[in-house]
């Protein structure tokens, strides 16, 4: 039987046995390479079957004994999990990458085989899946920490091998269960439609399969080249002009906003067609504001920007508020980190040097040269903007509010919480972008007599 993707002699492979005849046969075959390689059993008790739970771990227990090597268990709660399936799956991942990161093994081998593949793409089919969905199960993650040698053998070959070997396994009777959509398409739908249809469909949809695999590689060099060129990273978020993103083909569009959705925590395996096309609908618009939450993922439109966050739901113990509402005294000279994550620095400017620039190419054009009483150096306080904040910018005829401010220079609605202000006592002096205060900044106090400071002021990103 011809196992695939094996790491390199040498190399220590967890085999995931639950005691079925895929994964007990896995171990067997593995088992036949032992001079090749190092074996460990890795088996997860998801405690849902009772005696039997328990029953499937001492005979996965029991063959490790048998052939001396190291048994690795975890047991799990699944109590209050609203998708069963999902969670187990997640539960067995966590502990395998744990088995891994802890140097027990280099790889964990699964025991998913060329039917699996078949279910998991009738699955995908019918659930509405992009043609990256359509690839299937892959046969190794990209870092090679998990890898599936059997995904070109069939269960009946597996079953026939262990017989061969009169080595017996564990039936999960939840298998036979028609409560989950998988059994029914193992049981029901698969059964009909090679009578009716194809007598080789399984082999066909691994077969499609592997096709679509073959050009989801081809797209992801493609795509990454694209993405990286038009996406900024920015924290935990990713933003990207619109019409950056609607100037590809539509077949493009539709994987970089996958691309971005894989890179802000969405739940890519709850992702659908559905999804993907709301997200461009929200790019097409003419011009404003938008947002629609995907699972795991928040994507609002501001101007001409779309940005892709980490979704956070309400109620999530974070003071969002008080997050935003930041105040840091400042010393003269010295620096701060601003509520945007920027560094803002306040320096003395000596008599001639007003004009000579600051020499800091990071340093943004707004930035600019204030007056302050020496009286008023110690009252000085960087925060985050309010709703209600106004002053006169200058080179404005008269005062303005923060929140026109933004909509005249386009600020996108993400940024605007965290805006860096400057104030002395409650009057605004400077603000990020749009300067220092008409009747603080240097061009307006230039014939003013008074005893203090010409600050600089520089926001280093």
């Keep these: 039987m011809d196992l695939q993707h094996l790491p390199e002699a040498g190399a220590r492979i967890g085999v995931a046995v639950s005691g079925g005849a895929d994964s007990t046969a896995l171990f067997l075959l593995l088992q036949e390479h032992a001079l090749q390689y190092r074996l460990s059993v890795v088996h997860v008790n998801h405690g849902l079957r009772g005696a039997d739970s328990d029953a499937d771990e001492a005979f996965c227990r029991n063959l490790a004994e048998r052939f001396g090597v190291p048994f ?3 047991r799990v709660d699944h109590a209050g999990c609203a998708n069963l399936e999902e969670d ?23 025991a998913h085989t060329r039917d699996d593949q078949a279910e998991t793409v009738l699955f995908r089919f019918l659930r509405g899946a992009h043609c990256t969905g359509l690839a299937g199960i892959l046969p190794s993650y990209d870092d090679q920490w998990l890898i599936r040698p059997l995904l070109d053998v069939s269960r009946a070959e597996l079953v026939a ?16 269960s028609l409560a989950f959509r998988r059994n029914r398409i193992r049981h029901e739908l698969l059964p009909q439609l090679e009578r009716d249809w194809n007598p080789e469909l399984v082999r066909s949809l691994a077969q499609m399969a592997q096709l679509a695999r073959e050009d989801e590689e081809f797209w992801k060099s493609y795509t990454d080249s694209i993405a990286q060129a038009i996406f900024v990273r920015k924290g935990n978020s990713s933003v990207v002009v619109a019409s950056n993103l609607l100037s590809q083909p539509v077949a493009v569009a539709r994987r970089l906003v996958r691309w971005v959705l894989e890179r802000t925590q969405a739940k890519t395996r709850q992702i659908e067609y559905k999804h993907v096309e709301s997200v461009l609908a929200l790019a097409r618009l003419a011009e404003g504001h938008g947002r629609v939450i995907l699972p795991g993922a928040d994507v609002m439109r501001s101007f001409e920007w779309l940005r892709f966050a ?22 003269v000279p010295g620096e701060a980190t601003a509520p945007d994550g920027s560094m803002v620095r306040l320096t003395v400017v000596s008599s001639g040097e007003e004009a000579g620039g600051c020499g800091n190419d990071t340093v943004k054009a707004s930035d600019g040269l204030l007056y302050v009483e020496e009286a008023e150096e110690g009252r000085i306080v960087l925060r985050s903007w309010k709703p209600g904040d106004g002053y006169r910018p200058l080179g404005s005829a008269e005062p303005l509010k923060v929140k026109t401010l ?30 220092p205060a008409h009747e603080r900044a240097s061009a307006g106090r230039r014939d003013t007599a008074k005893t203090g400071s010409l600050l600089r002021i520089e926001r280093i990103v």
């Design 72 to 74: 690795y268990l975890s």
């Design 88 to 110: 187990a799956r997640e539960a067995r991942l966590r502990f395998f990458r744990t088995v891994v990161d802890r140097g027990d093994a280099d790889c964990i081998a699964t």
């Design 161 to 176: 091998y262990l017989e061969s070997r009169k080595q017996t396994w564990r039936e999960d009777v939840s298998n036979q």
């Design 310 to 331: 980490p979704w956070q739901p309400e109620g999530d113990g974070v003071d969002r508020l008080a997050a935003r509402n930041v105040e840091v005294p400042m010393r």
């Design 406 to 435: 933004f909509q005249d220079y386009r600020i996108p609605l993400w940024d605007r919480g965290t805006w860096p202000i400057i104030t002395i006592g409650n009057q605004i002096v400077w603000a990020r972008e749009f300067g």
